[in-house]
């Protein structure tokens, strides 16, 4: 069976920035799938935002995000839509 591609959004909460490292690694691994990336981190706290534009089958970006949200101290919710 052909997995469908999905294009939509991928938001990432660092609680913690000790986190990063991991993450950078982790996106890196799915580098194929990710269009767009933006950073924000929080200067008045140790905590930072990922937005993530991504495209691609949906097994590799269940994946990434759950590969994510596995991290301490991380969050990751994604909107995801049918590419046609």
């Known amino acids: 069976m052909e997995q469908e591609t999905r294009l939509?959004?991928?938001g990432i909460v660092?609680?913690?920035?000790?986190?990063a490292?991991?993450?950078n690694h982790i996106i890196g691994e799915?580098?194929?799938v990710v269009r767009a990336r933006i950073g924000v981190p929080d200067n008045r706290a140790a905590s930072a935002v990922i937005g993530l534009?991504?495209?691609g089958e949906n097994l590799a970006l269940g994946s990434l995000t759950a590969k994510l949200g596995n991290l301490k101290g991380v969050q990751v919710k994604s909107?995801?839509?049918k590419k046609k």
């Not at 660092?14 to 986190?19: E, S, T, V, Y």
């Open 53 to 55: 534009i991504v495209e």
């Open 8 to 10: 939509g959004f991928i």
């Open 30 to 32: 799915y580098s194929a």
């Open 21 to 23: 490292d991991e993450i």
């Open 14 to 19: 660092m609680d913690d920035r000790g986190a």
């Open 79 to 81: 909107a995801l839509s």
